[in-house]
């Protein structure tokens, strides 16, 4: 069961990532198309942060299990709690956009904080994985 715990957080990961990349070559593209975006670039920022949604939302639920089965839910350390901090941060980006991108009008950009999130919620992502690599590897 633990291993596929394991497969189903990595997968987690990678929708997540590509989510999340995905979603930044679509900001990035419409930035630069000056004026109002193509609509097909623009159907597709609802269905990354969906991606994006769905990958966070697996790591969380596969992590979380793995850690009360494999560590009866112990202090493992300073460096666990950080990554769980980067976690929640990316977690909460992740909804926020999902709730921005669903309320918006066509067309429309995300909201400017969101804008300013989205990268440093790539970088928490590097982090948590690097604290994940540190405190499980």
């Given at each position: 069961?633990?291993?596929?715990?394991k497969?189903?957080?990595?997968?987690?990961?990678m929708?997540g990532?590509?989510?999340?990349?995905g979603?930044?070559?679509?900001?990035?593209?419409?930035?630069r198309?000056?004026?109002?975006p193509?609509?097909g670039?623009?159907?597709?920022?609802?269905r990354?942060?969906?991606?994006?949604l769905?990958?966070?939302?697996?790591l969380w639920l596969t992590?979380?299990?793995?850690?009360l089965?494999?560590?009866d839910?112990a202090?493992?350390s300073?460096?666990?709690?950080?990554?769980?901090?980067?976690?929640?941060f990316?977690?909460?980006?992740?909804?926020a956009?999902?709730?921005a991108?669903r309320?918006?009008?066509?067309?429309?950009?995300?909201?400017?904080?969101?804008?300013?999130?989205?990268p440093?919620?790539?970088?928490a992502?590097?982090?948590?994985?690097?604290?994940?690599?540190?405190?499980?590897?």
């Open positions: 069961m633990l291993t596929l715990m497969i189903l957080h990595f997968f987690g990961l929708l990532a590509a989510g999340g990349m979603g930044m070559m679509v900001a990035i593209q419409a930035k198309s000056g004026g109002t193509a609509a670039l623009m159907a597709l920022r609802p990354f942060t969906m991606i994006t769905t990958g966070v939302a697996l992590g979380l299990w793995m850690w089965v494999s560590y839910g202090f493992l300073a460096a666990f709690v950080a990554k769980l901090l980067a976690a929640a990316i977690l909460a980006v992740s909804v956009a999902f709730v991108v309320r918006a009008q066509p067309g429309t950009p995300p909201p400017a904080l969101l804008q300013r999130l989205g440093l919620a790539g970088l992502s590097y982090l948590a994985v690097a604290l994940a690599v540190y405190v499980f590897g």
